[in-house]
């Protein structure tokens, strides 16, 4: 029982410390959060300026079939399209490679003891998701696994 008591303080703490140390992120905001703050909802805000993360399998575009693209929350720019999606299996939206290259950036994430890959809107800073090396070979081999959160979908 003391073991598990352990073991459940060191969780809660680890996850405490990694919330707290998200918003120290060096990606720079195109504006202030304060001003983030009042645009965007706050399941937008905790994903896009804290850098959160959306459950699995509870989101909105997970399991989105239809065709269209995924713009940004924040700006409206075109960001992915319904074409280069794929069911990853992980609970998230995934695709194989953005629209544009040039609209997003990839930057160094080194929180929750781990280095990723984080993904970020490139004229905003602000947060999308992260980018993985085990998407599917035939396609690139990329897996681009976004926070519905980030985006919005505009049907074909």
Known sequence: MKKLLFITAFCAIAVFS???SRSQSKRKLSKPASEWKKTLTPDQYEIMVESGTEPPYKNAY?????????V???TGNILFSSDDKYDSHTGWPSF???VDPSKIAIVQDNSLGMTRDEVIEKSTGLHLGHVFDDGPADRG???YCLNSAALKFIKK
């Open 18 to 20: 990694a919330q707290n």
């Open 72 to 74: 940004s929350a924040a």
């Open 141 to 143: 081999g990329k897996r």
């Open 62 to 70: 997970w399991n989105n079939h239809q065709k269209g693209v995924y």
């Open 96 to 98: 194989v490679k953005p």
